[in-house]
Each structure stands twice: as structure tokens, then as C-alpha cells.
């Protein structure tokens, strides 16, 4: 069982930067593939970015509406991921899930995905 807990949500101006931490329970979090995925209000939850696990060297991939702005990191001593969010817009505004993923590889499809945090929120004012 894998326990996630986020955190580092908040309200931002538009062009501003907020980092979100993703801190996970268990002895196996290296093994682990992690994913960011985002629900807007009205929208369903869509991918974000997702890092492998170490057996895939921790490859990384991003939604294209994200792709250059924002970052996904992993500590594994830690046990915890990141996602820094830079250059921020208000179509970034959703609550923002952490997401493990046993398999470890770096899966953008949310039905991979076995554990999941209860989400902070993210507000980008124009």
C-alpha cells in the first residue's frame, strides 16, 4: 500500500511559479513510476507529466500544454516527487493529483496508475 500526500498548492499570478511536492509512504517509491495529472472545474482529470521508476532511468514526459514550462523531479531518498510549475497561465487553475504507478513505467494513461493523493489546488489569477 503506497500512501500519497501533496502539497505546495496556492493561488498564483499569471507568468508566476509554484512548486508542488508529492510525498509517498513505503520502502519501494524507486521502483515506482509517478505521474501529475489536473482537473478543472467542469473538466475531467487529464495528464500532466509522469517520471519512471529507476529500472526505466527515470524518463520523463509531459503533456504538450505543458512541455517547457513545467518539471517533474523524483528525490528517491526522500521519496517524493515534484512537479516545479513555471510560467504559469489561469488555464493552469485545476486541483493537481500525484499519482504511483507499480508498473514503473512512465505511463501517461491514468488507468495504470494504482495509488493516488486527494489533490491540492491550483489558482492562476490573469
Known amino acids: 500500500q503506497v500512501q500519497l500526500v501533496e502539497s505546495g498548492g496556492g493561488l498564483a499570478q499569471a507568468g508566476g511559479s509554484l512548486r508542488l511536492s508529492c510525498a509517498a509512504s513505503?520502502?519501494?517509491?524507486?521502483?515506482?513510476?509517478m505521474g501529475w495529472f489536473r482537473q478543472a472545474p467542469g473538466k475531467e482529470r487529464e495528464f500532466v507529466a509522469t517520471i519512471a521508476g529507476i529500472s526505466w532511468s527515470g524518463s520523463t514526459y509531459y503533456a504538450d500544454s505543458v512541455k517547457g514550462r513545467f518539471t517533474i523531479s523524483r528525490d528517491n531518498a526522500k521519496n517524493t516527487v515534484y512537479l516545479q510549475m513555471n510560467s504559469l497561465k489561469p488555464e493552469d487553475t485545476a486541483v493537481y493529483y500525484c499519482?504511483?504507478?507499480?508498473?514503473?513505467?512512465?505511463?501517461?494513461?491514468?488507468?495504470?496508475?494504482?495509488?493516488w493523493g486527494q489533490g491540492t489546488q491550483v489558482a492562476v489569477s490573469s
Open positions: 499519482a504511483a504507478a507499480s508498473g514503473g513505467y512512465y505511463y501517461r494513461a491514468q488507468q495504470f496508475y494504482d495509488y
Open positions: 513505503g520502502r519501494t517509491f524507486s521502483t515506482y513510476a
